[in-house]
């Protein structure tokens, strides 16, 4: 192997290494960014003490986290009981694979061809992401379901037919757009949205799509199991629903998976609507760009759950079938008969 | 030569899981390497230049299948039910007649497996013959599929309906009967 | 470059597999999950074909298989519940007799 291709080997490496290191620290920063924004919210001042204003917080509960004592319930079954975290955190971070995070970059000429900034761009990556992120559904029903625990077992149950019927309005939602764009891979998705509309509004999806849009973030809330559709880990209803039964790093991988995965749909969001790592200067700062809209959908997922109060279990599975799915079935009607008429 | 490799990891990890399933005496297990069998399947389509069967596999198959299984064991509570005396011997320990299927089974692959290494039209590579575009295009197979499959396409969306209701019907609570 | 009949072979050993999985266990959900591998062995040799004669009516096939598979799968499962539901039993040899 020749040392360009060497390098560019390298290159690629450490884009995937930056990648997943930053959706580790993503993880941690969310955890201070919630109790610091319900602080706020709640007019008080959230963590405090460790670090200057509390920016330590989250290494202090890893700490924490891991010194604790790995329980395991006496009829929990041996295997399935750790497979159902690693499942979880897995597929959260699978998932990201597919998102593109910036444009194509020779490293300020260090390589002979550019390198697309993404970790893993597929010609089919919108259904990979949709794939992978069933495929969470596992970590908790098993999770719930292995711990031996009539609290566990129905929040996990909850939990994964709530993710079931939410993934029918996503995937409808994900339909339109692709209609809009002409491919399922999501560097081109972004891509077709390059350019400006008389010159000052950027042609993203969410000005073509505003109803896809809400549809999509209210199904990837609920994807992602956050309030107000966080009925499997109720705190007053299910004591902590499918991850009661687990302590220390199992426990940890539980959070972790769930940022991870509300860190994987804000960048699937902005891919898709809101134009990913474009803006002025993209081609240098497109990543800069990308982080701020996630940063910007994730304030919203994070005010969003200390606002609004908890759906109820059937309130929460009728809406998304009798609603929110005609809803996004009418959408990609609407999309797909105005792309054959203005492309006819 | 990683397409190789590839291959006969995936090929090995669908067989060797595969043959767990119908040995497993709990059903969870089975279901959950199941489920691994056919992300390897998943893989083995890539290799064939088919990514949107991988996806929809995975999809579909891993997703949603399995899921309906899994909460069919669960609800069920299969696994801790009292096991007949024919479930509680290991499937390969159980009586000579099991052994013989077995056997047959095995021969059956041997068999199969001769036939086909024999037949030279089927030594070519699988890539040889056409090129993969012509196969990995989603869009191609988009429109084949609505053009000239779609009374299939539109009588396969009835059968799901009838499927979804009988499954609701059968599997409902009988009314007490006054 | 893989040969075509290294696939049919691991599609006929998936195949016969799931064949000993539905005369070998006595347990309704095994046997079901032991139909569902012989439905992805079939999926595979169409593949397979269809990548080999350049044809994507291989892949248009194995969508309408997955679909009556989870047509399939979930009609099975509705009556291995109310087959449960009655005899409290996942045993074929509980259901032997004609009478319900």
């Known amino acids: 192997m020749d ?18 290191n930053a959706l580790i620290i993503a993880s941690a920063v969310l955890v201070l960014a919630e109790r610091k924004i319900m602080g706020f919210m709640q007019q008080r001042y959230g963590p405090y003490l460790v670090g200057p204003h509390g920016t330590l917080q989250p290494f202090a509960d890893i700490l924490k986290l891991l010194f604790k004592e790995e329980l395991r319930p006496k009829g929990a079954d041996k295997w399935l009981f750790t497979l159902a975290p690693i499942l979880s955190v897995v597929t959260a971070f699978v998932a990201f694979a597919p998102v593109p995070f910036g444009a194509e970059t020779t490293f300020f000429g260090l390589l002979d061809e550019p390198l697309n900034l993404g970790i893993a761009d597929v010609n089919v990556g919108v259904l990979v992401v949709f794939a992978v992120t069933s495929m969470g559904v596992y970590g908790i029903v098993l999770a719930g379901w292995s711990s031996n625990s009539k609290y566990s077992l129905f929040g996990g149950l909850r939990a994964s037919a709530q993710m079931i019927s939410y993934e029918l309005a996503y995937a409808t939602a994900l339909a339109a757009v692709i209609l809009l764009a002409g491919s399922m891979s999501l560097r081109e998705v972004v ?4 350019g400006t509309w008389w010159g000052f509004i950027p042609r993203w999806y969410i000005f073509l799509q505003p109803v896809g849009f809400i549809i999509y973030m209210i199904a990837g809330i609920a994807e992602t199991n956050r309030a107000p559709f966080d009925f499997p880990e109720a705190e007053q209803e299910l004591v902590a629903g499918y991850n009661t039964e687990y302590s220390s790093v199992r426990f940890a991988l539980f959070p972790q998976a769930e940022y991870i995965n509300m860190v994987t749909m804000s960048g699937v969001a902005t891919s898709l609507y809101l134009g990913g790592w474009l803006g002025p200067f993209s081609n240098a700062l497109g990543v800069v760009w990308f982080i701020a809209k996630i940063s ?15 759906y109820r279990y059937d309130q929460l599975m009728s809406f998304g079938w009798k609603y929110l799915f005609p809803a996004s079935v009418i959408n990609l009607l609407i999309t797909a008969a105005l792309v054959l008429y203005f492309n006819a | 030569m990683p397409e190789t490799i590839a291959f006969y990891f995936f090929a090995g990890l669908t067989v060797v899981t595969s043959a767990l399933v119908i040995g497993q005496r709990n059903p969870m297990y089975s279901v959950m390497l199941l489920i691994a069998s056919f992300g390897a399947l998943a893989g083995l389509y890539i290799g064939l230049d088919a990514p949107f069967a991988a996806v929809t596999q ?3 198959y891993a997703g949603a299948i399995m899921v309906l299984f899994l909460f069919v064991v669960m609800l069920l509570n299969a696994a801790q039910e009292d096991a ?5 011997l290991h499937p390969l320990r159980h009586p000579a007649v099991t052994r013989f299927g077995a056997l047959m089974a095995l021969l059956l692959i041997v068999q199969l497996g001769w036939a086909l290494t024999r037949a030279t039209d089927f030594a070519a590579p699988v890539g040889g013959r056409a090129d993969a575009s012509a196969v990995s295009s989603v869009r191609e197979l988009g429109r084949v599929l609505f053009e000239r499959h ?3 396409f539109e009588a396969t969306s009835i059968l799901i309906l009838v499927a979804m209701v009988g499954a609701v019907v059968l599997a409902r609570k009988e009314e007490p009967s006054q | 470059m893989i040969p075509l009949s290294h696939y049919l072979i691991v599609s006929a050993t998936l195949f016969c597999l799931g064949v000993a999985g539905v005369f070998m266990r006595r347990n309704l959900i095994t046997i079901l999950l032991s139909i569902e591998i012989m439905l992805n ?4 040799s169409f593949v397979a074909f269809g990548r080999f004669a350049g044809d994507v009516n291989g892949q248009i096939i194995v969508f309408f ?23 409290e039993s996942l045993n074929p040899d509980a259901f032997t007799s004609l009478k319900w």
Do not use: K
Not at chain 1, 6 to 17: D, K, Q, W
Not at chain 1, 191 to 194: F, G, H, M, N
Not at chain 1, 296 to 310: A, H, K
């Open chain 1, 296 to 310: 910007v959908l994730l304030v919203f997922y994070i005010v969003l759950r200390w606002t609004v109060p908890r």
């Open chain 2, 58 to 60: 995975i999809i579909v």
């Open chain 1, 191 to 194: 891509e077709s949205q390059a």
């Open chain 1, 3 to 20: 040392s360009a291709t060497l390098l560019r080997f390298g290159a690629y490496g450490g884009i995937v290494f930056l990648a997943f």
């Open chain 2, 84 to 88: 007949a005396q024919y479930d509680r």
């Open chain 3, 65 to 87: 298989v997955m679909t009556v598979a989870a047509a399939e799968a979930a009609v099975g499962l509705a009556l291995v519940i109310a087959l449960f539901r009655h005899r």
């Open chain 2, 150 to 152: 779609a009374f299939a």
């Open chain 3, 41 to 44: 062995a079939v999926n595979l």
